[in-house]
């Protein structure tokens, strides 16, 4: 059973920095791309950053340069640091994953796993 767990959500003031974790389990991680999206209250889940099974990266434009995507295939982890925090970037934030052998895709559709999410307050 594929299980994802996102933590390291929380509050912190604008222009701080947090590091979100993503826990894989129950597939063949290093070969699977994955995503992080967040969904704020009242709008719709919006992609933010994705990395493939050979590292590319993707972001959106309004994290570009202030959030990173990175993978250990040892640790079977996906990481978002995120830096410049701005109170615009509050949201939930979740990790998923692509269906195995599919790359880069920013709608939400295209995966077909997904974490329980975790919060990130940022204050202004």
């Known amino acids: 059973q594929v299980q994802l767990v996102e933590s390291g959500g929380g509050w912190v003031q604008a222009g701080g920095s947090l590091r979100l974790s993503c826990a894989a389990s129950g597939l063949p991680f290093s070969s699977v791309a994955m995503g992080w999206f967040r969904q704020a209250p009242g709008k719709e889940r919006e992609f933010v950053a994705h990395?493939?099974?050979?590292?590319?990266?993707y972001y959106t434009a309004s994290v570009k340069g202030r959030f990173i995507i990175s993978r250990d295939n040892v640790e079977n982890m996906v990481y978002l640091q995120m830096n410049s925090l701005k109170p615009e970037d509050t949201a939930v934030y979740y990790c998923?994953?692509?269906?195995?052998?599919?790359?880069?895709?920013?709608?939400?559709?295209?995966?077909?796993?997904w974490g329980q999410g975790t919060q990130v307050t940022v204050s202004s």
């Open positions: 990395i493939g099974s050979a590292y590319t990266t």
């Open positions: 998923a994953k692509r269906p195995y052998g599919l790359e880069f895709a920013a709608g939400s559709n295209g995966y077909d796993v």
